[in-house]
């Protein structure tokens, strides 16, 4: 089946059990062994959803019910797109990792916030720990990033328990260009402004050569974020299993899934040793069991995320990770 096309019929039947009250029976119960107290928060446990999964806010709780601690939705841009033309999604499940190009598809800022601020009323005590994964419009110019920035933050703050600052997904034309200190500090600064005290973090690539992922982690201690989440998909294609025809037929687009891990666990302890505590660090990318999550919290993460695993371990995936954790 179409990867994109499965995507949407899980969505659908996760939704669909939630609603049934079949998620709950997922329920990871909280003990307080394995919790996290991070930039302010209380996360029952580590492990997470990482952005790219809920787009646009539609299943928050249900996911939270099958087990992730928390939930970071979109990417969410200031002005509504369907993304980039499909098809757009791919598995490579040879390698238990997936390409998408997806560009940013989301209903916009405002109808997600909306979406938001109906949920918090409904659900004021069962929901997982929610953040909110902003992105530049494709219609908007680099240039006027800024201020693209600065309205989504400012619309989607008010109901987000922590605002993800998105500049690193390979599939915004520019979006990239961003990561420089000097392009990435006035945007920073913005959402900063406009986020009513709410923690602040930004998501870099794995990409980035070592003395930039220094310079980003330098930027967000000066800034005073609470931490950088590390990393997103990669445009690399090396050492990959699946035929080399098959890769190239799929095209551009990010790479996620199995193929990170080495590659996020030495951004890691690259960020590691340069803040020092002074900022958290969400580490995401390539984590597939449970030994592999704990790993990353003894290399310095404060909180784990997953997605492209979930594809290959089934849906009690997030349940089993953060069990491990609670024991």
Known sequence: MDAERAHHLVMAAIR?????????????????RGSVQAFGLHFDAPF???????????????????????????????IAQDGNEKPRLFRLITDRALIN????????????????????????????????????????DVDNAVDDYRQSAKLLAPHADYL????????????????????????????????LGKPVLVKIAPDLANEDIAAVADLAIDLGLAGVIATNTTIGRENLKTDPEKVTQC???????????????????LLHARMNGKAAIISVGGIETPEEAAER???????????SGWIYSGPLWARRINKSFTK
Request: glycine fraction near 12%; hydrophobic fraction near 45%.
């Open 297 to 307: 919290i003894a290399n310095g993460a404060t909180l784990v995320q997953g997605y």
């Open 251 to 269: 095209g551009a687009g990010g790479l996620s899934g199995a193929p990170l891990k080495v590659r996020s666990l030495e951004v890691l302890r």
């Open 16 to 32: 669909f059990a939630g609603l049934l009250g079949l998620t709950k029976l997922a329920r990871v119960r909280a003990t307080g």
């Open 101 to 140: 190009r997806m560009g940013f598809n989301n209903q916009g800022a405002q109808v997600i916030a909306q979406r938001l601020e109906k949920l918090r009323a409904k659900n004021l005590k069962n929901l997982p720990v929610i953040g909110v994964n902003i992105g530049k419009s494709k219609v908007v």
């Open 164 to 195: 993800a600052v998105n500049v690193s997904s390979p599939n915004t034309p520019g979006l990239r260009s961003l990561q420089s200190v000097e392009a990435l500090e006035p945007i920073l600064k913005a959402v900063i402004q406009e986020s």
């Open 48 to 78: 997470g959803l990482a952005a790219g999964f809920d787009k646009n806010a539609v299943a928050i709780k249900a996911l939270g019910e099958l087990g992730f601690s928390h939930i970071e939705i979109g990417t969410v841009t200031a």
